[in-house]
């Protein structure tokens, strides 16, 4: 096995490791980091709950390697909330009832926040393409899409949100 060394960023806390080159990202953020927000699905990129933002782009992180994450600003679940605050989106799934088992929240939420980095008014029809990548076994995805749409207003609002670490970079 061959072994390397990284430095990453994540939700605004540099991290440096050595990780086998055959690790994958997900693996490593969840037993490496113990950062367990991002959810392991299907390994095989068809549900989106491993969903991450990679330098401000929504990122199946079943699908890259630790490796290939040296040198990026990678921001998952945990760094939404700033403080004792809920970001917009948290905010939005839970007032708009946009869960059951919660599985797919964090990959669905993150997939979001980059469509609405991409487009802060998107029509319904956007909401839904946007999250297309992310399957929920439980909900209609009408409540989601609610929930993205209150985000997207309250995140267009006069007082600025915080914005997640490593968010818009390009």
């Known amino acids: 096995m061959s072994k390397h060394p990284i430095s990453v960023t994540i939700n605004g806390t540099a991290y440096e490791d050595t990780v086998d080159s055959r690790t994958l990202l997900v693996h490593w953020i969840r037993d490496g980091l113990h950062l367990t927000g991002t959810h392991i699905g299907c390994d095989t990129t068809s549900c989106g709950a491993c969903t991450i933002l ?100 309250k995140m267009s609002a006069s007082e600025p949100v915080p914005v997640p670490a490593g968010e818009g970079d390009d």
């Open 54 to 153: 990679v330098d401000g782009k929504a990122t199946k992180s079943c699908t890259m390697f630790a490796v290939q994450a040296n040198g990026r600003q990678i921001v998952t679940v945990e760094g939404l909330e700033q403080g004792d605050r809920l970001h917009p989106m948290q905010e939005g799934f839970h007032e708009k009832h946009a869960l059951q088992c919660g599985y797919c929240t964090p990959g669905m939420m993150m997939a979001a926040i980059a469509l609405l980095q991409r487009n802060p008014h998107p029509s319904e029809q956007e909401i839904r393409e946007g999250i297309s990548g992310n399957l929920c076994r439980c909900t209609g995805y009408v409540n989601i899409v609610r929930a993205i749409q209150y985000a997207a207003e």
